[in-house]
């Protein structure tokens, strides 16, 4: 195993932030008023990953599956996205954040992905620190899109049909130049993975952190950070085994 994969500090954390809803409902609030404070968790939690000393930080946005939401919800979530990204920028160049993104963000509305764009272009030298949005994402859109891809490159000769390595497809995938995510964490206490990162999750530590999203705060990613660092990564392999070969 690489040395790394026994960091006890996790290099990337991808995050399914869920629970607003029902925060705002809780309160006798509007959904969208539950977004409106799930934003600025995401600012606070944008700036707690890299105190923490993470280098990627993935957030869950926005799902393939989410287009079903009413309509109303889904207008107000992606209205409430392009002014996040406006009114980020500043901070993004300020704090040197590079933001990528992960999805089929060409079918999201042109003004998102003008400011997306934008956004992207403006901090694509930023090297110490990723801010990866998942934005009409669906794992199994993902797995699609990259065998469409490799076959489409398989036609063309660039890849040869014979090779099964995973590093191989792996490049197909929309996240073919970030590292696995290490610790995948969902808030709310709902305990699933809805569509995210399947195979790049595939040896993630899981953790689930009974708080609503617009609740979730600096402590609670150092916690499941403290939880990640207990845990043992086999990669199928013995506990003695990573202890022999460890240090
Ligand atoms: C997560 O909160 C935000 C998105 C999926 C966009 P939810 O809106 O899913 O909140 P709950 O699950 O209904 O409480
Ligand atoms: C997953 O949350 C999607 C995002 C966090 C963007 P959902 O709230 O949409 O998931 P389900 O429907 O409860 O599984
Ligand atoms: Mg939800």
Redesign the pocket.
């Known amino acids: 195993m690489p040395a790394a994969s026994r960091s006890k500090t996790p290099e990337h954390v991808a995050i ?3 629970g607003n ?1 029902r925060w705002a409902q809780q309160r006798g609030l509007p959904r969208i008023e539950g977004h409106r404070r799930g934003v600025e968790t995401v600012r606070t939690v944008t700036d707690a990953g890299r105190e923490l000393g993470l280098r990627t930080l993935t957030l ?4 393939v ?2 287009w079903s ?1 009413p309509q109303d919800e889904v207008s107000a979530l992606m209205g409430l996205l392009e002014f996040y990204l406006k009114k980020e920028l500043n901070t993004f160049i300020k704090n040197r954040i590079r933001l990528r993104t992960i999805g089929r963000t060409a079918a999201l509305p042109a003004g998102v992905q003008k400011a997306l764009n934008h956004t992207i272009e403006a901090t694509k030298e930023f090297t110490d620190y990723t801010l990866v949005l ?1 934005l009409n ?1 669906g794992a199994r859109t993902e797995v699609i899109d990259a065998a469409r891809a490799y076959a489409t490159a398989v036609a063309a000769g660039k890849e040869n049909l014979n090779d099964d390595s995973w590093a191989t497809f792996n490049r197909y995938l929309y996240t073919a130049d970030l590292p696995d995510p290490d610790l995948i964490i969902r808030t ?1 206490g ?1 305990e ?1 993975l ?3 990162m399947l195979m790049q999750g595939a040896y993630a530590e899981l953790v689930f952190i009974p708080v609503l999203w617009p609740d979730f705060a600096k402590a609670d990613l150092a916690a499941a950070i403290a939880e990640y660092g207990k845990r043992e990564r086999r990669y199928g392999q013995t506990s003695a085994q990573l202890k022999t070969t460890d240090t």
């Open positions: 399914i932030m869920d809803g869950y946005a926005f799902s599956e989410n939401r998942a994402y709310s709902e699933r809805s569509n995210f």
